[in-house]
């Protein structure tokens, strides 16, 4: 893992980090054995390392990607709400307009990350990176693969908890 990009994705989510509604998103699992949260965060650095290669918007990037899946529920038992895929992202909306304040291009990559299951396209190009990220992160997770910068967040994440428990 690059320590600059490093240091600098950890300054724009740290505060999101602390807070106790996405720290909840550690009790439910994503894909494979992966929790969402450390899927978000996986999905959010590579998310951040694409938009600075690609001089988009990496912070909002970052902040949005760490927010994408922030519905709070188990989406594999039964009587979790249905549709789940088309549906999620108005839940994480929801929850992380209640964390922080949204700009329109973090409003749109949460509430686009699912298209084309959301109907409407992206407007941003940063939601365009997500998607395919989204998309790259779940399948390395639920094969049970994930890549160099998965295990080293699993790492980061295990110490940072053992930290603020």
């Known amino acids: 893992m690059d320590l600059p990009f490093f240091t600098e994705f950890v300054r724009e ?19 494979g054995d992966t929790d969402c949260l450390l ?8 998310c951040y390392r694409i938009c600075r290669f ?21 989406w594999h038992a039964p009587g979790h709400p249905r549709w789940h895929g088309f549906r999620h992202p108005g839940f994480a909306l ?30 941003y190009a940063e939601s365009y990176v997500i998607i395919l990220v989204d998309k790259y992160c779940s399948l390395r997770e639920t094969f049970r693969r994930p890549d160099k910068s998965a295990r080293a967040l699993r790492v980061w994440v295990s110490h940072e908890n053992e930290k603020h428990p």
């Open 54 to 74: 690609l001089h988009l918007h990496a912070g909002e990037m970052a902040r949005a990607a760490l927010l994408h899946d922030l519905f709070l529920y188990d």
């Open 94 to 123: 929801y929850e992380a307009g209640q964390i922080m304040p949204l700009t329109k291009r973090e409003t749109s990559i949460i509430k686009r990350h699912m298209w084309p299951l959301t109907l409407i396209p992206p407007r």
């Open 13 to 31: 989510v740290e505060m999101l980090l602390q807070n106790p509604q996405v720290q909840k998103m550690r009790l439910y699992i994503q894909h």
């Open 39 to 46: 899927h978000c965060l996986c999905v959010s650095y590579l």
